[in-house]
């Protein structure tokens, strides 16, 4: 089974400022596959970045960056010089090499609210 | 432009009246799939379906139906909604199934979203 766990329920950053979001996992799978998603008042999912689990490379997309670290089974989301457009809901996600359903596993979610 | 598309975005209907969302996708996608966000539970999977005519169940399937006739539809079918139904649903595709070994390509995207409530 595969399990993500966000650990702040909501996160206050001030504008232009950097903000970490927590994301661990725990699956058994040696190949797997890590998303972000933003999700606006709105209500849509936003893509923002993807890890694998055999890149080398800390993942980034524009302000967005993937501080995974695999040993501690831990995929942070660092926000830089955060806009109050980032205000939102943001879900780590994680997908195995084995999931049969081939589902998404999501975590409970980070409301993030950037303050002027 | 790239996109998956949901009609209707907003939907109040009545126990028992039977209705179909819509997805659709326009970028070739293989793998196309439904989801229900509902809170304190996250979102969860209804069904999913690797390509044409092949669909299977996720972790909540029951009181749903799917089809897959086209790559790039995917309709959800509530033959009789009934009020534990009423949640955010979420269509999503991407190029591949995921977990097929292609790592890069198997992000999943969104649609917009469908509000339902059922009274």
């Known amino acids: 089974a595969q399990k993500i766990t966000q650990t702040q329920p909501g996160m206050f950053v001030q504008e232009k400022e950097a903000v970490t979001l927590d994301c661990t996992y725990d699956?058994?799978?040696?190949?797997?596959?890590l998303f972000w998603y933003k999700q606006p008042s709105s209500g849509e999912m936003i893509f923002l970045i993807y890890?694998?689990?055999?890149?080398?490379q800390n993942a980034t997309e524009g302000r967005y960056s993937l501080n995974f670290q695999k040993a501690r089974k831990s995929a942070n989301l660092v926000i830089s010089a955060s806009q109050l457009g980032d205000s939102a809901m943001y879900f780590c996600?994680?997908?195995?090499?084995?999931?049969?359903?081939?589902?998404?596993?999501f975590g409970s979610g980070t409301r993030l609210q950037v303050q002027p | 432009e790239a996109q998956v598309t949901q009609n209707p975005r907003y939907l109040i209907t009545v126990t028992g009246k039977k209705l179909t969302v819509t997805c659709s996708q326009n970028?070739?996608?293989?793998?196309m799939s439904w989801y229900r966000q509902d809170p304190g539970l996250g979102l969860r999977q209804i069904y999913y379906?690797?390509?044409?005519?092949?669909?299977d169940k996720g972790d909540v399937p029951e009181g749903y139906k799917v089809s897959r006739k086209e790559k790039r539809n995917f309709p959800l079918i509530l033959e009789s909604p009934s009020p534990n139904q009423t949640s955010l649903y979420f269509c999503?595709?991407?190029?591949?199934?995921?977990?097929?070994?292609?790592?890069?390509?198997?992000?999943?995207?969104f649609g917009p979203g469908t509000r339902l409530t059922v009274l």
């Open positions: 379906s690797m390509n044409v005519e092949v669909t």
């Open positions: 996600a994680m997908r195995g090499s084995h999931t049969g359903r081939r589902a998404l596993t």
């Open positions: 699956t058994s799978d040696q190949s797997y596959g």
């Open positions: 970028m070739n996608h293989e793998y």
């Open positions: 999503a595709s991407s190029l591949v199934p995921l977990g097929t070994g292609l790592l890069s390509t198997d992000t999943q995207y």
């Open positions: 890890q694998g689990s055999y890149d080398e």
